[in-house]
Protein backbone atom coordinates (compact mmCIF):
# COMPACT_ATOMS: atom_id res chain seq x y z
CA UNK A 1 0.00 0.00 0.00
CA UNK A 2 1.45 3.28 -0.75
CA UNK A 3 1.14 6.28 2.11
CA UNK A 4 -0.74 8.77 0.79
CA UNK A 5 2.16 12.27 0.53
CA UNK A 6 0.87 15.37 2.16
CA UNK A 7 0.45 18.46 0.48
CA UNK A 8 3.18 21.10 0.97
CA UNK A 9 2.80 24.16 2.72
CA UNK A 10 2.28 26.11 -0.58
CA UNK A 11 -0.20 23.84 -2.17
CA UNK A 12 -2.37 24.25 1.28
CA UNK A 13 -1.66 28.02 1.23
CA UNK A 14 -3.23 28.26 -2.82
CA UNK A 15 -6.43 25.86 -1.62
CA UNK A 16 -7.06 28.07 0.66
CA UNK A 17 -6.88 30.73 -1.05
CA UNK A 18 -8.76 28.97 -4.00
CA UNK A 19 -11.23 28.70 -1.96
CA UNK A 20 -11.84 31.75 0.51
CA UNK A 21 -15.03 31.13 2.11
CA UNK A 22 -14.87 27.60 2.75
CA UNK A 23 -14.57 26.36 6.58
CA UNK A 24 -11.73 25.61 8.25
CA UNK A 25 -12.94 21.97 8.61
CA UNK A 26 -14.34 21.64 5.54
CA UNK A 27 -11.19 22.30 3.78
CA UNK A 28 -9.36 20.09 5.79
CA UNK A 29 -11.06 17.60 4.82
CA UNK A 30 -11.52 18.04 0.96
CA UNK A 31 -7.79 18.38 0.75
CA UNK A 32 -7.22 15.43 2.89
CA UNK A 33 -5.06 17.01 5.64
CA UNK A 34 -6.11 18.27 9.16
CA UNK A 35 -7.16 21.76 10.50
CA UNK A 36 -3.95 21.45 12.42
CA UNK A 37 -1.93 21.21 9.29
CA UNK A 38 -3.60 23.64 7.76
CA UNK A 39 -3.39 26.50 10.61
CA UNK A 40 0.73 25.30 10.65
CA UNK A 41 1.19 26.35 6.65
CA UNK A 42 0.76 29.84 7.40
CA UNK A 43 3.23 29.82 10.18
CA UNK A 44 5.68 32.47 10.22
CA UNK A 45 2.62 34.48 7.80
CA UNK A 46 0.10 34.99 10.25
CA UNK A 47 0.13 32.02 12.33
CA UNK A 48 2.44 31.72 15.47
CA UNK A 49 2.69 27.96 17.27
CA UNK A 50 1.97 27.92 20.63
CA UNK A 51 2.50 25.83 23.22
CA UNK A 52 -0.82 23.57 24.64
CA UNK A 53 0.34 24.27 28.35
CA UNK A 54 -2.56 23.59 30.54
CA UNK A 55 -1.04 25.22 33.43
CA UNK A 56 0.03 28.35 32.07
CA UNK A 57 -3.10 28.70 29.84
CA UNK A 58 -5.82 28.18 32.42
CA UNK A 59 -3.93 30.27 35.27
CA UNK A 60 -3.49 33.11 32.68
CA UNK A 61 -6.97 33.03 29.79
CA UNK A 62 -9.13 34.85 32.32
CA UNK A 63 -7.15 38.26 31.63
CA UNK A 64 -8.41 37.83 27.98
CA UNK A 65 -11.52 38.77 29.56
CA UNK A 66 -14.74 38.36 27.32
CA UNK A 67 -14.23 35.93 24.79
CA UNK A 68 -16.13 33.39 22.11
CA UNK A 69 -15.10 29.93 23.03
CA UNK A 70 -15.70 26.71 20.88
CA UNK A 71 -15.64 22.93 21.18
CA UNK A 72 -17.04 20.62 18.35
CA UNK A 73 -16.93 17.24 17.56
CA UNK A 74 -17.52 15.84 13.99
CA UNK A 75 -21.79 16.33 14.11
CA UNK A 76 -22.45 19.36 17.19
CA UNK A 77 -20.06 22.84 17.56
CA UNK A 78 -20.75 24.28 21.08
CA UNK A 79 -20.16 28.16 21.36
CA UNK A 80 -19.96 29.91 24.65
CA UNK A 81 -19.61 33.43 25.06
CA UNK A 82 -17.82 34.95 28.75
CA UNK A 83 -14.69 35.01 30.54
CA UNK A 84 -12.69 32.12 31.74
CA UNK A 85 -12.57 31.92 35.22
CA UNK A 86 -12.62 29.28 38.58
CA UNK A 87 -10.37 27.12 36.65
CA UNK A 88 -8.96 24.04 38.72
CA UNK A 89 -5.77 22.24 37.63
CA UNK A 90 -5.24 18.82 37.40
CA UNK A 91 -2.91 16.08 36.36
CA UNK A 92 -5.37 14.13 34.26
CA UNK A 93 -8.03 16.45 34.13
CA UNK A 94 -8.72 20.18 34.52
CA UNK A 95 -11.76 22.15 35.14
CA UNK A 96 -13.28 25.39 34.43
CA UNK A 97 -16.37 26.03 36.59
CA UNK A 98 -17.16 29.39 35.49
CA UNK A 99 -20.74 30.76 35.21
CA UNK A 100 -20.85 31.07 31.33
CA UNK A 101 -17.69 28.94 30.35
CA UNK A 102 -17.84 26.04 31.77
CA UNK A 103 -15.44 23.04 30.87
CA UNK A 104 -13.85 19.32 31.60
CA UNK A 105 -10.18 19.46 30.07
CA UNK A 106 -8.01 16.41 29.35
CA UNK A 107 -4.59 17.54 28.96
CA UNK A 108 -2.97 14.49 27.55
CA UNK A 109 -4.71 14.75 24.59
CA UNK A 110 -3.57 18.58 23.93
CA UNK A 111 -0.90 18.39 21.70
CA UNK A 112 -0.25 21.35 19.40
CA UNK A 113 -1.24 24.88 19.40
CA UNK A 114 -1.64 28.23 17.29
CA UNK A 115 -2.05 32.11 17.95
CA UNK A 116 -3.93 32.72 14.66
CA UNK A 117 -4.73 36.09 12.78
CA UNK A 118 -7.09 36.68 10.12
CA UNK A 119 -7.73 40.24 7.73
CA UNK A 120 -11.01 40.85 6.95
CA UNK A 121 -10.65 44.36 5.38
CA UNK A 122 -9.69 46.64 8.19
CA UNK A 123 -10.87 43.87 10.82
CA UNK A 124 -8.35 41.57 12.52
CA UNK A 125 -9.44 38.42 14.08
CA UNK A 126 -7.30 36.59 16.86
CA UNK A 127 -8.01 33.11 18.22
CA UNK A 128 -5.84 30.65 20.09
CA UNK A 129 -6.45 27.18 18.28
CA UNK A 130 -5.63 23.84 19.98
CA UNK A 131 -5.58 20.19 18.32
CA UNK A 132 -5.00 16.63 19.43
CA UNK A 133 -1.91 14.25 18.25
CA UNK A 134 -3.64 14.07 14.87
CA UNK A 135 -4.50 17.50 14.17
CA UNK A 136 -8.14 17.24 14.83
CA UNK A 137 -9.36 20.19 16.78
CA UNK A 138 -9.93 20.14 20.54
CA UNK A 139 -10.72 23.82 21.43
CA UNK A 140 -11.05 27.71 20.11
CA UNK A 141 -10.72 30.97 21.91
CA UNK A 142 -11.71 33.76 19.56
CA UNK A 143 -11.08 37.06 20.61
CA UNK A 144 -14.07 39.42 21.03
CA UNK A 145 -14.35 43.58 20.45
CA UNK A 146 -14.15 43.61 24.77
CA UNK A 147 -11.27 41.13 24.95
CA UNK A 148 -8.12 42.52 26.04
CA UNK A 149 -5.34 42.65 23.24
CA UNK A 150 -2.63 43.30 25.49
CA UNK A 151 -3.42 40.65 28.02
CA UNK A 152 -3.57 38.24 24.30
CA UNK A 153 -0.05 39.36 22.95
CA UNK A 154 1.70 38.46 26.12
CA UNK A 155 -0.15 34.99 26.65
CA UNK A 156 0.85 34.21 23.30
CA UNK A 157 4.37 35.54 23.75
CA UNK A 158 4.34 33.51 26.72
CA UNK A 159 3.59 30.24 25.22
CA UNK A 160 5.53 30.77 21.98
CA UNK A 161 7.24 28.06 20.63
CA UNK A 162 10.92 28.04 19.73
CA UNK A 163 9.79 25.54 16.60
CA UNK A 164 8.18 27.90 13.78
CA UNK A 165 8.08 25.46 11.05
CA UNK A 166 5.00 25.42 8.90
CA UNK A 167 4.98 21.30 8.78
CA UNK A 168 3.60 18.67 11.87
CA UNK A 169 4.23 15.56 12.49
CA UNK A 170 1.16 13.94 13.29
CA UNK A 171 -0.31 10.38 14.70
CA UNK A 172 -3.43 8.18 14.04
CA UNK A 173 -5.38 7.71 17.06
CA UNK A 174 -8.01 4.93 18.20
CA UNK A 175 -11.38 6.29 17.74
CA UNK A 176 -10.90 4.87 21.75
CA UNK A 177 -8.79 4.24 23.98
CA UNK A 178 -10.59 2.10 26.01
CA UNK A 179 -10.38 -1.98 25.34
CA UNK A 180 -14.15 -2.82 25.50
CA UNK A 181 -15.74 -5.97 24.62
CA UNK A 182 -18.29 -7.36 22.10
CA UNK A 183 -21.70 -7.20 22.96
CA UNK A 184 -22.60 -10.70 23.68
CA UNK A 185 -19.78 -10.64 25.93
CA UNK A 186 -20.94 -8.29 28.64
CA UNK A 187 -22.00 -8.56 31.90
CA UNK A 188 -25.33 -7.03 31.81
CA UNK A 189 -26.44 -8.33 35.09
CA UNK A 190 -23.17 -7.20 36.92
CA UNK A 191 -24.13 -3.80 34.89
CA UNK A 192 -27.43 -3.52 36.45
CA UNK A 193 -25.96 -4.50 40.24
CA UNK A 194 -23.61 -1.90 39.89
CA UNK A 195 -25.91 0.57 38.20
CA UNK A 196 -28.57 0.31 40.69
CA UNK A 197 -26.35 0.95 43.77
CA UNK A 198 -24.65 4.36 42.27
CA UNK A 199 -24.45 7.76 44.43
CA UNK A 200 -23.00 9.98 41.81
CA UNK A 201 -23.44 9.79 38.35
CA UNK A 202 -19.51 10.29 38.18
CA UNK A 203 -19.06 6.76 39.31
CA UNK A 204 -20.48 5.62 35.69
CA UNK A 205 -17.00 5.54 34.23
CA UNK A 206 -15.18 3.95 36.87
CA UNK A 207 -18.49 1.00 36.05
CA UNK A 208 -17.87 1.33 32.41
CA UNK A 209 -13.88 0.65 32.55
CA UNK A 210 -14.03 -2.13 35.42
CA UNK A 211 -16.52 -3.72 32.71
CA UNK A 212 -14.82 -2.86 29.59
CA UNK A 213 -17.77 -1.60 27.74
CA UNK A 214 -18.82 1.63 26.27
CA UNK A 215 -21.48 4.13 27.35
CA UNK A 216 -23.38 2.73 23.92
CA UNK A 217 -23.36 -0.50 25.06
CA UNK A 218 -24.41 -0.28 28.26
CA UNK A 219 -27.60 1.54 27.34
CA UNK A 220 -28.17 -0.95 25.31
CA UNK A 221 -28.21 -3.68 28.10
CA UNK A 222 -29.27 -2.13 30.96
CA UNK A 223 -32.95 -2.39 30.36
CA UNK A 224 -35.54 -0.45 30.55
CA UNK A 225 -36.29 1.21 33.51
CA UNK A 226 -32.92 2.37 33.51
CA UNK A 227 -32.52 3.55 29.55
CA UNK A 228 -35.04 3.47 26.79
CA UNK A 229 -34.88 4.54 23.31
CA UNK A 230 -36.46 7.90 21.57
CA UNK A 231 -37.88 8.29 18.88
CA UNK A 232 -35.62 10.25 16.30
CA UNK A 233 -37.81 13.89 16.44
CA UNK A 234 -37.49 13.51 20.48
CA UNK A 235 -34.37 15.34 20.40
CA UNK A 236 -36.20 18.26 18.39
CA UNK A 237 -39.02 18.06 20.74
CA UNK A 238 -36.96 18.71 23.77
CA UNK A 239 -35.32 21.60 22.69
CA UNK A 240 -38.40 23.24 21.69
CA UNK A 241 -40.16 22.43 24.70
CA UNK A 242 -37.46 23.05 26.69
CA UNK A 243 -37.53 26.79 25.06
CA UNK A 244 -41.43 27.30 25.27
CA UNK A 245 -41.29 26.29 28.79
CA UNK A 246 -38.43 28.17 29.78
CA UNK A 247 -36.99 24.75 31.45
CA UNK A 248 -33.05 25.31 32.14
CA UNK A 249 -30.99 22.86 30.63
CA UNK A 250 -27.42 21.13 31.09
CA UNK A 251 -26.22 20.63 27.33
CA UNK A 252 -22.62 18.77 26.46
CA UNK A 253 -20.33 18.55 23.83
CA UNK A 254 -17.10 17.20 23.97
CA UNK A 255 -13.86 15.15 22.10
CA UNK A 256 -11.14 13.56 22.86
CA UNK A 257 -9.40 16.80 24.54
CA UNK A 258 -12.55 18.42 26.53
CA UNK A 259 -16.28 19.06 27.11
CA UNK A 260 -17.82 22.23 26.94
CA UNK A 261 -21.38 22.63 29.10
CA UNK A 262 -24.06 25.47 28.83
CA UNK A 263 -26.26 25.40 31.39
CA UNK A 264 -29.52 27.65 31.82
CA UNK A 265 -32.22 28.09 29.53
CA UNK A 266 -32.39 28.55 25.93
CA UNK A 267 -34.56 30.70 23.98
CA UNK A 268 -34.29 30.53 19.90
CA UNK A 269 -34.42 27.20 18.35
CA UNK A 270 -34.39 26.97 15.12
CA UNK A 271 -33.86 24.28 12.09
CA UNK A 272 -31.84 24.99 8.95
CA UNK A 273 -31.04 21.68 6.45
CA UNK A 274 -29.98 19.45 8.18
CA UNK A 275 -28.85 21.12 11.60
CA UNK A 276 -30.69 22.08 14.49
CA UNK A 277 -29.38 25.29 16.39
CA UNK A 278 -30.27 27.38 19.67
CA UNK A 279 -28.79 30.97 18.76
CA UNK A 280 -28.87 32.25 21.83
CA UNK A 281 -27.54 36.11 23.31
CA UNK A 282 -24.31 34.09 24.66
CA UNK A 283 -24.60 30.33 23.36
CA UNK A 284 -25.16 28.64 20.21
CA UNK A 285 -25.35 25.22 18.98
CA UNK A 286 -25.28 23.32 16.11
CA UNK A 287 -26.43 19.86 15.60
CA UNK A 288 -26.14 17.72 12.73
CA UNK A 289 -29.43 15.61 13.15
CA UNK A 290 -28.90 13.60 10.21
CA UNK A 291 -25.81 12.10 11.83
CA UNK A 292 -27.77 10.74 14.89
CA UNK A 293 -28.27 6.96 14.73
CA UNK A 294 -30.03 6.96 18.43
CA UNK A 295 -31.78 8.72 20.91
CA UNK A 296 -31.69 7.34 24.47
CA UNK A 297 -33.58 8.62 27.64
CA UNK A 298 -30.86 7.33 30.76
CA UNK A 299 -32.12 7.18 34.37
CA UNK A 300 -29.09 7.01 36.81
CA UNK A 301 -29.52 6.97 40.21
CA UNK A 302 -27.83 9.34 43.32
CA UNK A 303 -28.20 10.00 46.83
CA UNK A 304 -30.36 12.90 45.98
CA UNK A 305 -32.84 10.67 43.65
CA UNK A 306 -32.27 9.63 40.48
CA UNK A 307 -31.01 12.08 37.33
CA UNK A 308 -32.63 11.81 33.52
CA UNK A 309 -29.96 12.56 30.58
CA UNK A 310 -31.04 12.81 27.04
CA UNK A 311 -28.32 11.46 24.92
CA UNK A 312 -27.65 11.47 21.59
CA UNK A 313 -25.30 8.63 19.35
CA UNK A 314 -23.68 8.39 15.72
CA UNK A 315 -23.79 5.33 13.56
CA UNK A 316 -20.48 4.23 15.03
CA UNK A 317 -21.97 4.30 19.39
CA UNK A 318 -19.95 7.66 19.58
CA UNK A 319 -21.70 10.22 21.85
CA UNK A 320 -22.90 12.88 19.67
CA UNK A 321 -24.08 15.18 22.48
CA UNK A 322 -25.88 14.97 26.23
CA UNK A 323 -28.48 16.68 27.66
CA UNK A 324 -29.37 17.47 31.63
CA UNK A 325 -32.00 18.97 33.38
CA UNK A 326 -30.22 22.14 35.30
CA UNK A 327 -29.64 21.50 39.01
CA UNK A 328 -26.80 22.00 41.71
CA UNK A 329 -24.87 19.13 43.22
CA UNK A 330 -26.85 17.96 46.19
CA UNK A 331 -29.99 18.89 44.78
CA UNK A 332 -33.19 16.50 43.55
CA UNK A 333 -33.68 16.57 39.43
CA UNK A 334 -36.54 19.33 38.38
CA UNK A 335 -39.78 17.73 38.18
CA UNK A 336 -40.51 19.28 34.56
CA UNK A 337 -37.11 18.46 32.95
CA UNK A 338 -37.87 14.64 34.64
CA UNK A 339 -41.76 14.70 33.34
CA UNK A 340 -40.74 16.32 29.76
CA UNK A 341 -38.08 13.53 29.12
CA UNK A 342 -40.40 10.58 30.33
CA UNK A 343 -43.36 11.90 27.92
CA UNK A 344 -40.88 12.02 24.87
CA UNK A 345 -42.11 9.91 22.27
CA UNK A 346 -40.38 6.27 22.76
CA UNK A 347 -39.31 3.96 19.68
CA UNK A 348 -41.83 1.12 18.91
CA UNK A 349 -39.25 -1.89 19.51
CA UNK A 350 -40.36 -4.91 17.31
CA UNK A 351 -40.19 -8.21 19.37
CA UNK A 352 -38.04 -11.10 17.37
Not at 110 to 124: R, Y
Request: net charge negative.
Amino acid sequence: MTETVKPTPEAIRQARADNPKMRERDLAQQFGISEADLAAAYCGINVIRISPRIETFLTEIESLGEVLVLTRNESAVHEKIGVYDKPVVGKHASMLLGEQIDMRIFPNSWAHGFAVEKHDGEDVRRSLQFFDAAGEAIHKIHLRPASDLAAYETLVATLRLDDQSQTLELTSLPKSEEKTLEIAELDASGLRDRWSQMKDVHEFFGILRSLKMTRHQAVQVIGQDYAWQLDADALAAMMHHSAQEQIPIMCFVGNRGCIQIHSGPIQSVKAMGPWINILDETFHLHLRTDHIAEVWAVRKPTKDGHVTSLEAYGSEGEMIIQFFGKRHEGAGERSDWRQLIESLPRLMRVAA
